[in-house]
Protein backbone atom coordinates (compact mmCIF):
# COMPACT_ATOMS: atom_id res chain seq x y z
CA UNK A 1 0.00 0.00 0.00
CA UNK A 2 1.36 3.48 -0.97
CA UNK A 3 0.15 6.43 1.41
CA UNK A 4 0.57 9.73 -0.37
CA UNK A 5 2.49 11.73 2.76
CA UNK A 6 1.20 14.88 0.33
CA UNK A 7 -2.29 14.21 1.16
CA UNK A 8 -1.65 13.14 4.51
CA UNK A 9 -0.79 15.74 6.26
CA UNK A 10 -1.58 19.71 6.61
CA UNK A 11 -0.02 22.16 7.15
CA UNK A 12 -1.44 25.54 8.90
CA UNK A 13 -3.46 26.11 11.94
CA UNK A 14 -4.56 23.07 13.13
CA UNK A 15 -7.98 24.91 14.90
CA UNK A 16 -8.97 26.83 11.58
CA UNK A 17 -8.71 23.53 9.57
CA UNK A 18 -10.93 21.92 11.87
CA UNK A 19 -13.55 24.93 11.86
CA UNK A 20 -13.63 24.33 8.52
CA UNK A 21 -14.80 20.55 8.45
CA UNK A 22 -18.17 20.11 8.68
CA UNK A 23 -18.67 16.53 10.59
CA UNK A 24 -16.96 13.80 11.69
CA UNK A 25 -14.06 13.71 9.85
CA UNK A 26 -11.29 11.51 11.54
CA UNK A 27 -10.97 8.29 13.01
CA UNK A 28 -8.53 9.84 15.75
CA UNK A 29 -6.65 12.61 16.64
CA UNK A 30 -2.98 12.41 18.45
CA UNK A 31 -1.27 15.60 19.06
CA UNK A 32 1.03 17.72 20.96
CA UNK A 33 -0.22 21.15 21.21
CA UNK A 34 1.98 23.88 22.66
CA UNK A 35 -1.45 24.93 24.82
CA UNK A 36 -1.53 24.79 28.31
CA UNK A 37 1.95 25.34 29.57
CA UNK A 38 4.44 28.14 30.79
CA UNK A 39 6.91 28.98 28.53
CA UNK A 40 8.70 29.78 31.57
CA UNK A 41 8.23 26.49 32.62
CA UNK A 42 9.25 25.05 29.03
CA UNK A 43 12.49 27.17 28.85
CA UNK A 44 13.55 25.87 32.60
CA UNK A 45 13.81 22.75 31.33
CA UNK A 46 14.95 22.95 28.25
CA UNK A 47 16.68 25.94 26.66
CA UNK A 48 14.67 27.37 23.56
CA UNK A 49 12.13 24.95 23.86
CA UNK A 50 9.33 28.13 23.81
CA UNK A 51 10.45 29.01 20.39
CA UNK A 52 7.21 28.78 18.57
CA UNK A 53 4.85 29.16 21.19
CA UNK A 54 2.13 31.47 20.46
CA UNK A 55 -0.12 31.75 23.28
CA UNK A 56 0.49 35.18 25.19
CA UNK A 57 -0.16 33.77 28.21
CA UNK A 58 -1.96 30.66 30.03
CA UNK A 59 -5.42 31.73 29.89
CA UNK A 60 -4.97 32.53 26.52
CA UNK A 61 -3.48 29.40 26.02
CA UNK A 62 -6.45 27.22 27.74
CA UNK A 63 -8.87 28.73 25.71
CA UNK A 64 -7.07 27.44 22.59
CA UNK A 65 -7.34 23.71 24.30
CA UNK A 66 -11.08 24.32 24.66
CA UNK A 67 -11.72 25.18 21.51
CA UNK A 68 -9.14 22.42 20.34
CA UNK A 69 -11.46 19.76 22.42
CA UNK A 70 -14.26 20.90 21.27
CA UNK A 71 -13.63 20.71 17.55
CA UNK A 72 -12.18 17.40 17.94
CA UNK A 73 -15.67 16.01 19.64
CA UNK A 74 -16.98 17.50 16.76
CA UNK A 75 -15.03 16.00 13.77
CA UNK A 76 -13.98 12.69 14.93
CA UNK A 77 -16.33 9.53 14.25
CA UNK A 78 -17.83 7.56 16.48
CA UNK A 79 -15.70 4.81 18.58
CA UNK A 80 -12.45 7.31 17.46
CA UNK A 81 -10.59 9.04 20.16
CA UNK A 82 -8.31 12.43 20.92
CA UNK A 83 -4.88 12.05 22.72
CA UNK A 84 -3.13 14.84 23.47
CA UNK A 85 -0.15 15.98 25.45
CA UNK A 86 -0.87 19.22 28.38
CA UNK A 87 0.22 20.21 31.56
CA UNK A 88 -0.48 18.49 34.24
CA UNK A 89 -1.51 21.87 36.22
CA UNK A 90 -4.73 21.64 34.22
CA UNK A 91 -5.66 18.23 34.33
CA UNK A 92 -8.92 19.27 36.93
CA UNK A 93 -9.92 21.98 34.10
CA UNK A 94 -9.37 20.36 30.95
CA UNK A 95 -11.15 16.79 32.30
CA UNK A 96 -14.41 18.83 33.68
CA UNK A 97 -14.53 20.96 30.10
CA UNK A 98 -14.20 17.29 28.28
CA UNK A 99 -16.77 16.23 30.15
CA UNK A 100 -19.36 18.80 29.46
CA UNK A 101 -18.70 18.86 25.65
Same mark, same amino acid.
Given at each position: ?I??L?Q??K? $?? &?L ?5 L???T? *?? !???D????I???R???G?L???? $?? &?H??I?H??E?VF *?? !? ?5 I???QG ?6 D ?10 AD??
Open positions: MIPTAFC $GD &SEFMKSEGPF *DH !IVTPDYGSVELEAVGAGD $GV &SVDDSLS *DL !ISHAFRIKDFLVMFYLDHHEKLHQYQT
